[in-house]
């Protein structure tokens, strides 16, 4: 099976033959740009909380305006807050026993505030209608809606539309694979992706049986080609 989160499902999308490489790659395109739009509009960026329970997290939310966007692990998780509060959420967070990183991504993800932007995602709606989305080859799995397959063009292109509205759940999408018969978890992407899911799998019993391979896709320091 396939599983992705943001970019990462666009590439699943492409890797099971569900959408083919050119409108895969236009539509990354196209969806960043409208979220740096969106967020940008609403001054949003993201944050990784790190070593707090989401239950100490509520009260820092609430004061700062914050939202969990993904869930990652146990005491791991991501944040989309307004950029001017970054300072604060660390001096809190930190005050509670944990520690945060700013994201690498200078917009936000995941958010329903970004639905705001009504325009914006009229117009993406209207160009993911368009988009030749076809039956998968291999089956993949919602990371919005654990357990569900995304095994239509309709559930597909739906999938699409939500996913810059809702939270990703990879602590419940990974667990979720041992009943799917899945033994091996490959990941590609960077390695804080893999660290993330590698913790994931030591805090949570259901996984024991399922090894966690990372193939880091984003080398810090690339080699000139030879």
């Known amino acids: 099976?396939?599983?992705?989160?943001?970019?990462?499902?666009?590439?699943?999308?492409?890797?099971?033959?569900?959408?083919?490489?050119?409108?895969?790659?236009?539509?990354?395109?196209?969806?960043?740009?409208?979220?740096?739009?969106?967020?940008d509009a609403l001054g949003l960026r993201m944050a990784v909380v790190e070593d707090l329970e989401e239950e100490q997290f509520q009260p820092i939310a609430a004061a700062l305006e914050a939202h969990v966007v993904v869930s990652e692990a146990p005491r791991l998780f991501v944040a989309a807050l307004p950029a001017a509060r970054l300072d604060e959420l660390d001096r809190e967070v930190a005050r509670r026993g944990g520690r945060t990183l700013v994201s690498n991504n200078p917009c936000a993800a995941h958010e329903p505030r970004l639905a705001k932007s009504a325009e914006i995602w009229e117009e993406h709606a209207r160009f993911l209608e368009a988009l030749p989305f076809t039956l998968p080859r291999i089956p993949i799995v919602s990371t919005l809606h654990p357990g569900e397959p995304l095994d239509s063009p309709g559930a597909l292109r739906t999938n699409r539309a939500d996913t810059s509205f809702l939270r990703v759940r990879w602590d419940e999408t990974l667990a979720g694979l041992p009943a799917l018969?899945?033994?091996?978890?490959?990941?590609?992407?960077?390695?804080?992706?893999g660290y993330a899911l590698k913790r994931l799998r030591a805090l949570d019993p259901r996984l024991a049986r399922v090894r966690v391979h990372v193939v880091g896709t984003l080398d810090p320091h690339p080699r000139e080609p030879r």
């Open 181 to 193: 018969g899945v033994r091996h978890f490959v990941l590609f992407g960077p390695l804080s992706a």
């Open 1 to 39: 099976v396939l599983a992705g989160e943001s970019m990462g499902e666009l590439a699943a999308y492409c890797a099971a033959g569900a959408l083919p490489l050119e409108p895969a790659a236009l539509l990354t395109h196209r969806w960043a740009g409208a979220l740096q739009s969106a967020s």
